[in-house]
């Protein structure tokens, strides 16, 4: 198997490769891996501010109050 410059984008997440090989025989109960080659791997990861912003949740309530009153006193 073999892939030449693919580039992939998920989530704003990019994966580049520029040239992948490998292979594998398979005969009756033998599985043989070939040797494997990855040159110019490049992950761009999204700015990590912009996730975390997108990721904040703000509260639904701004003063809980508990929905059972304690067991005992302190």
């Known amino acids: ?8 984008k998920i989530d704003d997440t990019t994966v580049s ?24 791997l490049l992950i761009a990861l999204p700015k990590v501010a912009e996730v975390a912003q997108e990721e904040v949740v703000e509260p639904k309530i701004e003063n809980p109050q508990p929905e059972e009153k304690p067991l005992a006193k302190r």
Request: no cysteine; charged share 20%; glycine share 6%.
């Open 1 to 8: 198997m073999a892939l030449d410059n693919v580039n992939i």
């Open 17 to 40: 490769v520029m040239d992948f090989t490998s292979g594998l025989n398979w005969q009756e109960k033998t599985l043989t891996l070939k040797p494997t080659s990855l040159k110019g």
